[in-house]
């Protein structure tokens, strides 16, 4: 127990002797017969040996040419490059619309003008329509006090009916039917033995019924005989008319022209729907009832 410090101060590691033998050794210098320490010390050389020199060196030691810059570049480089900005226009302000207050909202928009398609009226129709406004025109000069006629007669020469002569046609509407006949005479028009204003009480019917001769230019140099029967009042004016017409054909058959472009001599067919069986009318269903 006695030795171990003694061993302890004597006892060095062999790394410390080693560095001891080297730092002598080095101080005295390489001895012959002596080994080399295990770990020479490390002096860089940082100056190579004379005459030798590194290729890297001797390349950044070679002298470069530089161009020559003239005076004008140098004063570029100095300046300092400042790009331009283009300069902003001032846009014009349009004045503003000063509102009054007591103006109507939408009092400066323009209409919008709706164009409807007219739908192209029947025969039936045309005549009804130009019976109605005869019918206005009639009453308007009432009022007035004109006594103008309702139809100019035609421009051209009519043809000449001889005393005994007749001329006969047939006429359809609905289911009215109306046999006619012309004679010649001073204009009497007489359906079932009765005048036009007492079998016709409304102007309507009564213009209906004149309106080929007053277009013609015949009212007031025949004479009409009519004998109607079956339907309504409108379906035998409307009889009446279409036979009246076939029967100035027979009169004139130049006449057939003015007529054909107004719908006289086309037999209307139209009628009413027939009722169906189990419907109300022709097409009306009974309500259904779910419970």
């Given at each position: ?27 005295a ?88 398609d ?13 019976a ?51 004679l ?107 419970r």
């Amino acid at each position: 127990m006695a030795d171990e410090p003694q061993n302890e101060e004597t006892s060095e590691t062999p790394d410390e002797a080693s560095t001891a033998e080297g730092s002598d050794a080095s101080a005295a210098g390489p001895v012959a017969g002596q080994e080399s320490p295990a770990h020479p010390p490390e002096t860089p050389d940082s100056t190579p040996p004379t005459g030798e020199e590194p290729e890297d060196q001797a390349q950044d030691e070679a002298p470069v040419e530089e161009p020559a810059e003239s005076p004008a570049a140098e004063q570029e480089e100095s300046e300092p490059e400042v790009a331009e900005e283009p300069e902003a226009v001032e846009e014009p302000k349009e004045p503003k619309a000063e509102k009054k207050k007591d103006a109507i909202p939408g009092a400066d928009l323009e209409p919008i003008a709706v164009e409807t398609d007219a739908r192209p009226l029947s025969a039936e129709e045309r005549a009804r329509k130009e019976a109605e406004e005869e019918e206005q025109r009639a009453r308007e000069a009432a009022l007035v006090g004109d006594s103008d006629d309702e139809e100019q007669a035609a421009s051209r020469a009519l043809a000449k009916i001889e005393g005994d002569a007749r001329f006969l046609a047939t006429g359809k509407r609905k289911n009215a039917i109306a046999r006619v006949t012309l004679l010649a005479g001073s204009g009497a028009f007489v359906i079932n033995g009765r005048p036009i204003e007492e079998f016709f009480p409304r102007p309507l019917h009564q213009t209906t019924a004149r309106q080929p001769l007053a277009i013609t230019g015949y009212e007031g140099n025949v004479d009409v005989r009519v004998r109607v029967h079956g339907g309504g009042v409108s379906g035998q004016a409307g009889a009446v008319r279409h036979g009246i017409s076939r029967a100035l054909i027979e009169v004139d058959p130049e006449l057939r022209g003015e007529l054909k472009r107004r719908g006289f001599l086309t037999r209307d067919a139209r009628a009413k729907e027939r009722r169906k069986a189990g419907l109300k009318k022709a097409r009306k269903r009974p309500q259904f009832s779910k419970r």
